[in-house]
Nanobody
Framework: QAQLVESGGGLVQAGGSLRLSCAASGASFSRYNMAWFRQAPGKEREFVAAISRFGSSTRYLDSVKGRFTISRDNVKNTVYLQMNSLKPEDTGVYYC??????????????????WGQGTQVTVSS
């Protein structure tokens, strides 16, 4: 079972950047496809980005394409989300998730087995 811990959130002005990190422990990190989701107040949790086990495949929410980049380091057991040109609508709690089946890069909350506690990202206008 994987334990996931996110970090790197904070308050930033529109147009700024943040880099989120998610450190995994408890199992072989490279077994899992990894993803980032976010949840704004009063809204459902939504997919943001995902990456396959060895980084060969990535998927993004349309509204973050060209601004966000997901990557991973299987030596450091860490997945990253580089967020540039941030907008107020990017505000929310960002969660890291792991998919142990890792058949294909998944987009739905229900397809992920392990979750971190979340890190708050606030973008001011």
């Amino acid at each position: 079972q994987a334990q996931l811990v996110e970090s790197g959130g904070g308050l930033v002005q529109a147009g700024g950047s943040l880099r989120l990190s998610c450190a995994a422990s408890g199992a072989s990190f490279s077994r899992y496809n990894m993803a980032w989701f976010r949840q704004a107040p009063g809204k459902e949790r939504e997919f943001v980005a995902a990456i396959s086990r060895f980084g060969s495949s990535t998927r993004y929410l349309d509204s973050v394409k060209g601004r966000f980049t997901i990557s991973r380091d299987n030596v450091k057991n860490t997945v990253y989300l580089q967020m540039n040109s941030l907008k107020p609508e990017d505000t929310g709690v960002y969660y890291c998730a792991a998919d142990r089946r890792a058949v294909a890069v998944a987009l739905r909350v229900s397809e992920y087995d392990y979750w971190g506690q979340g890190t708050q990202v606030t973008v001011s206008s």
